[in-house]
């Protein structure tokens, strides 16, 4: 029996040691992948409706390294002239190098001399709330934002004094937005819940491990000392 459960323990002890080495690799690529560099942040206010509900939770990739048109970014709000550690999020409708215009009484944006197509936009009016007619040449390195709630948003069109013309820099978007059931952040978080229970796994065989040592090394008697140390429950 002392045989037997010290190889018992042994090869616990090497499969506690081998789940704990996963269950950490697990937990840490997961957890900095997931949580980390793709955080949930909440949005307050309505002006990203009907994308975004009021106070919604949404995730947001941090290493993103491009921008396109009608990504939803995440960005330092100092560029407007915010002041204290405030982040907006809002959606990009031209990158540098696009002319984005609007004239009154028309039913769109135009980007680039046409019609811009915003089926994202809250009951179909793009130009809901426009303050007046604008034209804007994108300066290379920025972008204009606006809401999907036009009727309710603060954006790049009451930002015209704010910064150039509107314009947010692509040196302060913090992330983009990454949809929660996106294949890789969920594929991630997923690795980090895994990897805990891998971890508990692993702690647990240890414990056992530990535990089939202490009692085979208490049951083993040297074989010098075999005819002066009576057996166990005597």
């Known amino acids: 029996m002392g045989m037997q459960g010290r190889v018992a323990g042994r090869r616990l002890g090497v499969t506690s040691v081998a789940l704990l080495v996963l269950g950490a ?6 957890g900095l992948g997931g ?5 949930s942040k909440v949005v307050p206010g309505a002006h990203m409706r009907p994308t975004l509900t009021t106070d919604s939770s ?3 990739n941090l290493l993103a390294i491009k921008v396109n048109r009608g990504d939803v970014v995440l960005f330092d709000a100092s560029a407007w002239g915010e002041s204290g550690q405030y982040q907006s999020v809002e ?4 990158v540098g190098g696009d002319r984005i215009a609007y ?12 019609p811009l197509d915003e089926p994202y936009v809250l009951n179909g009016d793009p130009v809901a709330g426009s303050p007046g007619a604008f034209s804007v040449k994108v300066p290379e390195g920025r972008l204009f934002v606006l809401g999907d709630n ?3 948003s603060a954006d790049s069109r009451f930002r015209f004094e704010a910064s150039e013309g509107g314009t947010v820099a692509l040196s302060d978007v913090n992330g983009t937005m990454v949809d929660e059931g996106d294949p890789l952040l969920v594929g991630l978080r997923s690795a980090a819940l895994a990897g805990a229970a891998v971890l508990c796994a692993g702690a647990l065989l240890g414990a056992v491990s530990l535990r089939l040592r202490r009692r085979a090394a208490a049951t ?12 166990p429950g005597v």
Do not use: E, I, Q
């Open 25 to 30: 690799l697990l937990g840490c690529v997961g």
């Open 35 to 39: 949580y980390f560099f793709m955080p």
């Open 58 to 60: 949404v995730a947001f």
């Open 91 to 94: 959606r990009v409708v031209a």
């Open 103 to 114: 004239t009154p009484g028309d039913r769109t944006l135009t980007l680039n001399g046409k």
């Open 150 to 152: 036009r009727g309710n």
């Open 220 to 231: 083993a008697v040297h074989p010098a000392y075999a005819g002066l140390v009576p057996p």
